[in-house]
Structures are given as structure tokens and as C-alpha cells.
């Protein structure tokens, strides 16, 4: 079969289409008109996403087919939504949104076309698909087990290996995302496979389960790629450097020669630092397509960028510069205050009208630490309510209110709908368990429920209905007297699905409704600061690195973190690189380098101000004077 060839008419369109799209350079241009299979390697800033959606823009003015689709592939929510966003402004590109065509994150695509699918055929139905759950579920089992029990009380990792229990290659060995397996003959070991197959059994799975499950079904089924390369002649994968070795034989196997595959991404932004077979990893390949220059950033952040850079050439910044870099030291009595600090520097350095366009960001690389180490270990010692988060969030997929409570971004542009929608259709599923609604007893995911009950004939234009009124609410937990109006919707809107003679009143007094132990917040409150100065205030987002990995900032503040394995501080190695004091060490862990790439892919979020905060007494004299004299500001809390 032959697709499309793009050529200047295209770009023309495109043009007009999207202005603000540069196609002034010729990287760019021949990016957008390579029709062949090529991977294409981007330097942060380079609007690689954005290329790829004016590619798809292109391409939906010409596509031929009804049944046989283009399909783009993300790591993350946030390029997948920008993708969706950017296509979505043109009826030619709305096309792509919908069937034949497929646009979502890996495990989406490996979810619907691989591993559910296997699950369906062996008579299985999914419950969750949540590492959390799965987590509290396992542990719970474990501990009914003596001998378990008396382990973990003797080993703390045996912890760690219980609720990490995974399905590993298609034989769907057991195996464990942390700690060590005991051998296959010893006492525990059935125990634990127990563990692993009743949970499995009741449709609850840990992530990694889902591609385990798909190589079975491609073992199984080898016919299976056959029919997905027919489906998707034309596939796109976006943040290629975040794929893992194993999903990219994945990938291999699904996807024959026939298909025509371009790959997006940075070398450099690669994460995974743990995957151990990283080795075989092949993006980028030799003669793929280069975008060299930023767009994000000036010369300043770019010589900064570059300095933590491990492949490849320097990051060329394209952009003025606007504000000095800025390194924050503190004493160990003033790590809470870092955050308040970074705000005051972007109340001096921001117009309330540039706050309002643009996002303020804390990133720090890991979100908790057990470190025996000074303050400065992870996200907890910066900002203290994201660690109560994080002791909380374990428990939030089974609390209704917790469930239904305002989301992190709620109202923003960084909110998610079809995330908000899968907690409501999850939240009314506990409502109709808890009132043992008779037409829901085989049902046990959420997104299952409108399907299964319009399959049974029932009728559900009051369910949708309840599910968009609760999606668009805002506030539906945050006061007695609010839960006790959701409660009444709720009771509205599931009133067809209840049992016989349940009143209003019954409805009420069912346990899934009892008020939570404590105050139920809009979870965003412990990842936001507000810092008001003069009646102006910031709004400060904080969150991990990968959470906030494809954003692009106004001003982003890096915070120092411990690495765990390497038992080093990122910024106390990477400092003295920064100043020049030193190049990168010649000999490097993988886990240094994995603590190095964090670095890269955080401090090229920002397009005006990049802030570092470091422990003073993790860091030399020498290396402060040195960065003062290429321009740095240097700000000490103590």
C-alpha cells in the first residue's frame, strides 16, 4: 500500500494552520517532509511535539483509508494531550482522534490491543490496573501468611519485594519490580505465587503486568503483529529515548517492516536509568534527522543545560536571555524555606501579567528517601505537605471522597478530563458495591460500567448524565454540606441501578458515604505554594521530574536530591561541571548517570529563570565563586 507523500503545498496548509510554527530553518522543514522510516533526535525546546502534531496535520488532509490507520505512541499525558489539542482545531485534523486511527501513551496501546484483549479471552475481567493497589492488596495477603509475616518483620525489603510482584516475559514467571525473589524451591515462594495469582484472579495488576501479558498474547498469537502492522501502516513514537529495551522489542514484534515508523525524542532525557538492558537500546539510529537549536531557552540556561549533557552535541539556546541563572544555598534549619525564597525571586523577576501566562515550577528527581543523610534528600524535606501526600495516596483508589475530591491542576490547563472521568465512573462503581446493586456484580472497572449494562439492555442516559455533572463539578468533597449534595446526585443518578425499595434515607447510611477520618483536601493543595509579597502573589507547582517531564516554564527551581544506589547528592555532583571547575567524570555509574540525564531533562524546562538550590555544606567555595563569574547569582538562606 502506498501513504501519502507531503510536499511545499502541505507546509503551506500547516502554515496557516498553525503561525506560530517555525518552518524558517531546514531541519525543521526536513523533518516534516521525510516520508520514510527515520528516527529524529531534538534538543529540548525544540518543539519536537508540536512538529509531530503539524506532521499529523499534514498527513489528515490526505489520509485514504477508513479501516487502516496512522498511530502515535507517547510516553507521556502531556504530549498526548497536546497532540489531541493541536488536532482538534481543524475538522481535517479531528479525523485522527477517532477510529482507525490511534493516539495515546504505551501503556494505552498495550492495554487495548494486547493485554486486555488476552485477558477477555480467557474469561478475566480487569479491576485495576494500579501499582498502589496492588501494593496495599498484596501486603495485606502477605501478612495472613506466618511465615511471610514473621519475614518482613525481619527484613524491610521483603517488603518492597511483596508489593512489587509482577508477571514477568509470556510465560508469566513471577518476579519483582524491587528486592529479591526467594528461589523457586524454597517455603515462601508458593506463598507468594498465591499472592500474585488470587490477585490476578480478582482482576487486580500492577503496570508491568499488562506487558508481560502482552507477550504472551503475541507468543500465543503470533498472527497478532501480522494484523496490527495491517491496521497501522504508519506509526509515530513520541519521547523514544523513555522506551524501554523490553517495550521496544515489544514494539518490533507488533510492528513488521511494512510499517513506516518515526521516532521522536532526546538521547539525553532518557530516564530509565534502572533498565538493564539498556545496552540494546537503539535510538537514535545512524543517519536519523537532527533539531540542534531550542527554542525554549537563551545561551545562558543552554551553556547550563549542555554542562550536564552526556551525549551528543551542545544545546544551542535560540532565544534572548532574559535573567541570570540563580543558586540557591541553604543552611540545613532553612530547606522549608527554599521554595518561599525561589517564589520572592520570581515576584522580582515576573510581571503579574508574565505569572499569569506562564507556569512556575519546583522539580526535584526523587519524591522520598529512607536516607540517614542532611536535609535535602527529596521533595518531603523541601515542602513537608507532598510527603504527607505520599503517605495518604496509597489508599485514595478505594476512599470515595478521596476519589471524588477536587484533582491536582483542577480547572487548568494542566487538568486531565479523561483522568477525572475515570475516578468518577470508579467512585460510582464503589457507591453501586456498597449498595449491592444486583446489575453490577461482574463488573469490576469502572470503564467497564456503561458497556456492560448497555450490553444487558439497561438504559444509562441518567448514568452518563451523573458522570458529566460530577466530572465538571468542582467542590463535590470539600464540606459536610457538600458530600451531603453529592450524596443526593449521586442517589439521582444511580436510582435505576439500586435494590428494590433502597430509599434515599438507606441510600445515605451506606458505609462507602462515611465521613472521612480526616478533612478531605483538593489533593493539589500539598503540591502548591502560593507566595504573596506587596499584594502580588506566585503560584508554585511542585512535583517530581518525571511528573513534569515535556513541560515548558517560565521559571523552574530544581531542587537538590540523594540518589539512593549511588549514595550521592545530584547537585553535589554536578555543580562543580557546571561552574567548569571540572568536566564530567570519565568513569560514571548508571545510576550517576541516571541522577545526571534527571538533571538535563529538569533544568531545560524553563524559558526565562532556572534556579538550583544545593546544601551549602555539599557545596566548594571555589565552585560558587567560579559560577559567579560566568554570570550566576548566588542567594544563601541561613
Not at 511535539?49 to 505512541?73: D, F, H, N, Q
Not at 507468543?219 to 513514537?237: A, Q
Request: proline share 4%; hydrophobic share 40%.
Amino acid at each position: 500500500m502506498s501513504l501519502p507523500i507531503l510536499d511545499q503545498s502541505d507546509l503551506d496548509a500547516v502554515a496557516e494552520l498553525l503561525p506560530s510554527l517555525s518552518l524558517g530553518d531546514g531541519e525543521r522543514r526536513t523533518v516534516l517532509l521525510e516520508c520514510g522510516t527515520r528516527d529524529i533526535n531534538a534538543a529540548p525546546g525544540s518543539g519536537k511535539t508540536t512538529l509531530l502534531a503539524a506532521k499529523l496535520l499534514m498527513l489528515s488532509r490526505k489520509w485514504p483509508y477508513e479501516r487502516r490507520g496512522v498511530c502515535v505512541i507517547s510516553h507521556t499525558n502531556v504530549a498526548r494531550d497536546e497532540i489531541q489539542r493541536r488536532l482538534s482545531a481543524s475538522a481535517d485534523g479531528a479525523r485522527l482522534l477517532a477510529y482507525p486511527h490511534f493516539i495515546g501513551t504505551i501503556h494505552a496501546f498495550v492495554n487495548q490491543f494486547l493485554a486486555l484483549p488476552l485477558l477477555r479471552s480467557e474469561g478475566l475481567e480487569v479491576d485495576s490496573i494500579d501499582n498502589d493497589i496492588f501494593e496495599r492488596r498484596a501486603l495485606a495477603l502477605a501478612r495472613k501468611v506466618p511465615a511471610i509475616r514473621f519475614w518482613m518483620g525481619q527484613d524491610a525489603s521483603v517488603e518492597d519485594m511483596v508489593r512489587t510482584l509482577v508477571f514477568d516475559g509470556a510465560e508469566l514467571t513471577l518476579a519483582c519490580e524491587e528486592g529479591k525473589l526467594p528461589k523457586a524451591s524454597s517455603k515462601t515462594y508458593p506463598s507468594l505465587l498465591g499472592i500474585k495469582h488470587e490477585l490476578a484472579a480478582n482482576g487486580i495488576f500492577r503496570h508491568a503486568d499488562m506487558f508481560a501479558l502482552a507477550e504472551k498474547l503475541l507468543m500465543d498469537h503470533p498472527y497478532t503483529g501480522t494484523l496490527l502492522s495491517k491496521r497501522f501502516p504508519l506509526v509515530f513514537i513520541d519521547e523514544m529515548q523513555d522506551t524501554s529495551w523490553a517495550q521496544e522489542e515489544m514494539l518490533n514484534r507488533v510492528f513488521d517492516n511494512s510499517v513506516v515508523i518515526q521516532r521522536f525524542g532526546d538521547v539525553n532525557q532518557r530516564i530509565l536509568s534502572s533498565d538493564k538492558d539498556a545496552v540494546n537500546l537503539t535510538f537514535p539510529r545512524a543517519e536519523c534527522l537532527s533539531i540542534s537549536t531550542s527554542k525554549r531557552f537563551g545561551p545562558a540556561i543552554a551553556k547550563a543545560v549542555s554542562s550536564v549533557q552526556l551525549n551528543g552535541t551542545p544545546v544551542i539556546g535560540d532565544q534572548p536571555d532574559t535573567h541570570a541563572p540563580t543558586l540557591i544555598l541553604y543552611s540545613e534549619n532553612r530547606v522549608s524555606d527554599v521554595i518561599h525564597c525561589f517564589g520572592g525571586l520570581v515576584l522580582d523577576a515576573f510581571s503579574d501579567e508574565e505569572l499569569q501566562a506562564g507556569e512556575v515550577r519546583v522539580l526535584c528527581a526523587r519524591k522520598q528517601s529512607s536516607a540517614n543523610a542532611a536535609p535535602g534528600r527529596h521533595l518531603g524535606d523541601y515542602w513537608p505537605p507532598f510527603g504527607q501526600e505520599m503517605l495518604n495516596a496509597t489508599s485514595r483508589a478505594d476512599r470515595l471522597w478521596a476519589l471524588l475530591a477536587d484533582p491536582p491542576g483542577h480547572g487548568s490547563g494542566t487538568y486531565s478530563l479523561a483522568a477525572r472521568a475515570g475516578d468518577i465512573r470508579r467512585a460510582s462503581l464503589l457507591v453501586l458495591r456498597s449498595a449491592e446493586s444486583p446489575f453490577i456484580v461482574d463488573i469490576r472497572d469502572g470503564n467497564q460500567l456503561v458497556r456492560n449494562l448497555e450490553r444487558d439492555g439497561h438504559e444509562t442516559v441518567s448514568l452518563r448524565r451523573l458522570f458529566r455533572d460530577l466530572a465538571l463539578a468542582t467542590g463535590l468533597a470539600s464540606s459536610l454540606e457538600a458530600r451531603g449534595e453529592t450524596i443526593s446526585k449521586m442517589f439521582a443518578g444511580l436510582v435505576a441501578l439500586l435494590p428494590e425499595g433502597m430509599t434515599e434515607e438507606k441510600f445515605r447510611g451506606l458505609s462507602v458515604f462515611a465521613e472521612p477520618e480526616m478533612p478531605v483536601k483538593d489533593t493539589a493543595e500539598s503540591r502548591t505554594s502560593v507566595v504573596e509579597r506587596d499584594g502580588r502573589s506566585a503560584v508554585i507547582q511542585i512535583g517530581t521530574t518525571a511528573s513534569m517531564k515535556g513541560e515548558t516554564h517560565l521559571a523552574t527551581l530544581v531542587l537538590e536530591s540523594y540518589g539512593g544506589r549511588s549514595r550521592r547528592f545530584d547537585l553535589a555532583e554536578a555543580l562543580p561541571v557546571i561552574a567548569g571547575a571540572n568536566g564530567l567524570p570519565k568513569k560514571m555509574s548508571e545510576t550517576l548517570k541516571g541522577q545526571f540525564r534527571n538533571l538535563y531533562v529538569a533544568m531545560s524546562r524553563p524559558t526565562s529563570l532556572l534556579c538550583l538550590a544545593a546544601n551549602q555544606n555539599r557545596v566548594a567555595s571555589d565552585d560558587i565563586g567560579e559560577l559567579v563569574k560566568c554570570g550566576w547569582r548566588v542567594r544563601v538562606l541561613n
